[in-house]
């Protein structure tokens, strides 16, 4: 393999100063995402059928995209370039949705918009589309063709969506759109291939799969997404295939959830989800796992907190059993930032809703395994991620770090 195709690109932690912790409307995104489908409209088809079954050329090269970490892993952003004269974006890249759109030049917003009279490749494509969440956000407009860059990786053709209005929810946030890396059934522009399809179509990847593992901010931050391919150095031990039970999301069973060494007794489907920041449960699994944190409590205003101390620290976290193997989510992941007006409280990793039928595992999971999507298999490929050894930030200077990315009076976590 070549000097330039081993190339990883890497980029260091970027805050965003205008971050404020909202786990309410945060949840009400994710829950949005994830409740039950609504009928199709007739006629329309799984277009991975229609893909070319002949497999990607052996000596295609691997593709990296590293990515930013954003405010004590509140969001992850890969920057990816779009048009012939590369315009770069912040792009969230989801497995929770299927889309890939930013702002048109006409958008008012105060994120970077498309220019596309500056694009040569450009081509105009007949549609609108419309994503409405459910925290209110909204985003519509237009539809068009263009060449997309990922991480060196260029796809030709692919259908963008260009929003014309969005709202100030998106125009505030740090990234400029999302790049959506589910199944096309989600698709909200029907009938078209999603990045991953034409990935696959134009024969650009050695294997119709993709991986990814996500830095803790504590720890260095940042982050990688690899298409065709996985690292195998960041696998700890064996990687355990879970099959996708729906074709929707990246959805898997869950067979049994456990706290250290009791057993919860709960099974449920599971949504890996990295457009998701935290694990979202319905509130009885919520409850039953937090009954296992002393001094935790569900609050009104903020969800579920738990005590900012060496003994909830030292605790080991919870399980779940996915084919029979176990995977970790750890205090470390569990207790995030301080909870203002709560002495001595964090707010906790995992959120509750009864909105939802499946349990979402955001990046709160995805933090400490890592995950290989197979697109062609229909099936995730799991094991506990090796992070990079990365110096580790002290006290002082994670106070730092989080006073510019959150600009009020905040404690870091005793877990650093």
């Known amino acids: 393999m070549s000097e330039e195709q081993e190339k990883i690109l890497s980029f260091s932690l970027t805050l965003n100063p205008h971050f404020t912790h909202r786990t309410p409307e945060s949840v009400k995104h994710a829950t949005a995402k994830h409740e039950e489908a609504k009928p199709k409209k ?59 759109w930013v702002a048109d030049i006409t958008c008012k917003t105060r994120r970077r918009r498309f220019i596309k009279a500056n694009s040569t490749t450009f081509k105009p494509v007949k549609g609108k589309f419309q994503i409405s969440y459910g925290d209110g956000s909204a985003v519509r407009g237009f539809l068009g063709q263009d060449r997309v860059n990922i991480g060196g990786l260029v796809i030709e053709d692919q259908v963008i969506g260009l929003a014309t209005a969005q709202s100030l929810s998106f125009s505030n946030d740090v990234i400029d759109g999302i790049l959506g890396l589910g199944f096309n059934s989600i698709s909200c522009m029907p009938g078209t291939l999603t990045p991953m399809d034409n990935m696959i179509k134009q024969n650009l990847i050695q294997e119709p799969i993709f991986s990814v593992w996500l830095g803790r901010s504590t720890e260095g931050g940042g982050g990688e997404y690899r298409f065709g391919s996985y690292d195998k150095e960041r696998v700890d ?33 599971v949504v890996v989800d990295t457009g998701t920041t935290l694990v979202i449960l319905p509130t009885d699994v919520a409850k039953a796992i937090h009954s296992h944190i002393p001094g935790s409590y569900y609050d009104e205003n903020n969800g579920w907190i738990v005590p900012n101390t060496p003994e909830v620290a030292n605790l080991p976290g919870f399980q779940l059993l996915l084919n029979g193997t176990k995977f970790d989510v750890i205090m470390k992941d569990l207790m995030r930032e301080e909870v203002e007006g709560k002495e001595g409280f964090v707010f906790s990793g995992i959120a509750s809703s009864d909105r939802i039928t499946t349990w979402i ?15 062609g298999q229909e099936r995730i490929g799991i094991a506990r991620c090796k992070h990079p050894i990365r110096k580790q930030p002290s006290v002082s200077e994670q106070m730092k770090v989080d006073a510019v990315a959150v600009p009020k009076k905040v404690r870091p976590c005793l877990i650093m």
């Open 361 to 375: 595992l955001g990046d709160v999971f995805i933090k400490q395994n890592y995950c290989v999507f197979d697109l």
């Open 237 to 269: 031990g064996e990687l355990t295939w879970v099959p996708v039970t729906v074709k929707r999301y990246w959805q898997i069973k869950c067979d049994g959830l456990f706290f250290g060494d009791a057993d919860l007794q709960l099974t449920s489907d």
């Open 42 to 100: 007739p006629g329309f088809l799984s277009r991975l059928r229609e893909l070319d079954p002949v497999k990607s050329a052996a000596n295609t090269p691997l593709y990296y995209e590293a990515l930013t970490d954003v405010a004590r892993d509140v969001q992850y952003y890969a920057d990816v370039e779009i048009g012939s004269n590369m315009q770069k974006f912040r792009l969230d890249l989801d497995t929770g949705s299927s889309d890939l």
